[in-house]
């Protein structure tokens, strides 16, 4: 395991596919999402200083509409 600061995670094992985010600190471990969904959720921001989680698209959001937000929150 390779620390922040030595420019690695700071994680031993990560879940195929999962997503990583950035540490509590500057030089904490990345910490992964929860899982890596299922089809038709999104990844969805729970605000500053709690890791997003996977959350079924509300109604009235297309898929197109979920990619955007993601990608505009960088998600």
């Known amino acids: ?4 600061a ?3 995670t700071g994680l031993a094992t990560t879940t195929a596919y999962g997503v ?5 600190t500057s030089t904490g471990a990345f910490q992964q999402v929860s899982g890596t969904g ?3 959720q999104v ?3 729970n605000g500053a200083g709690a890791l997003p989680t996977w959350q079924t698209a509300s ?3 297309t898929k197109a509409q979920a990619i955007a937000y993601s990608m505009t ?3």
């Open 1 to 4: 395991t390779l620390g922040v």
């Open 6 to 8: 030595g420019g690695g």
């Open 20 to 24: 990583i985010a950035a540490g509590t």
């Open 38 to 40: 299922t089809s038709g």
């Open 43 to 45: 990844l969805t921001s």
């Open 59 to 61: 109604g009235g959001v």
């Open 73 to 75: 929150l960088g998600f």
